[in-house]
Nanobody, 124 residues
Framework: VQLQACGGGLVQAGGSLRLSCAAS????????IGWFRQAPGKVREFVAA????????YYADSVKGRFTISRDNAKLTVYLQIDSLKPEDTAVYSC??????????????????WGQGTLVTVSS
């Protein structure tokens, strides 16, 4: 499966963005999807994950209550709604697919396919 993240941009603190992860090549419902981010000079960190059906989600503590992950398998797309943006949310956001379709894992080694990221910049 090929993945492509989009929807990033420059936003003021307190604003919102909706990122999309578009899949192609294979049926999206075969995979659980995770979102990760990497800020300049920092290691990649887990943000959120969703299982194949959307019935199970998992979030990093740092984003709980502000980020919402969802999916539309018919549209081959997974979304990440980001509200109440903070300057520390500035990063490249990437999505990844795991063949463990029931899982919602917060570690990058379980993900088999990675897409190119989209840059989110939050100004203070």
């Amino acid at each position: 499966v090929q993945l492509q993240a989009c929807g990033g941009g420059l936003v003021q603190a307190g604003g919102s963005l909706r990122l999309s992860c578009a899949a192609s090549g294979r049926t999206l419902s075969r995979y659980s999807i995770g979102w990760f981010r990497q800020a300049p000079g920092k290691v990649r960190e887990f943000v959120a994950a969703i299982n194949w059906s959307g019935g199970s989600t998992y979030y990093a503590d740092s984003v709980k209550g502000r980020f919402t992950i969802s999916r539309d398998n018919a549209k081959l797309t997974v979304y990440l709604q980001i509200d109440s943006l903070k300057p520390e949310d500035t990063a490249v956001y990437s999505c990844a697919a795991s063949s463990d379709y029931e899982g919602t894992k917060g570690v990058d080694y379980v993900y088999d396919y990675w897409g190119q990221g989209t840059l989110v910049t939050v100004s203070s």
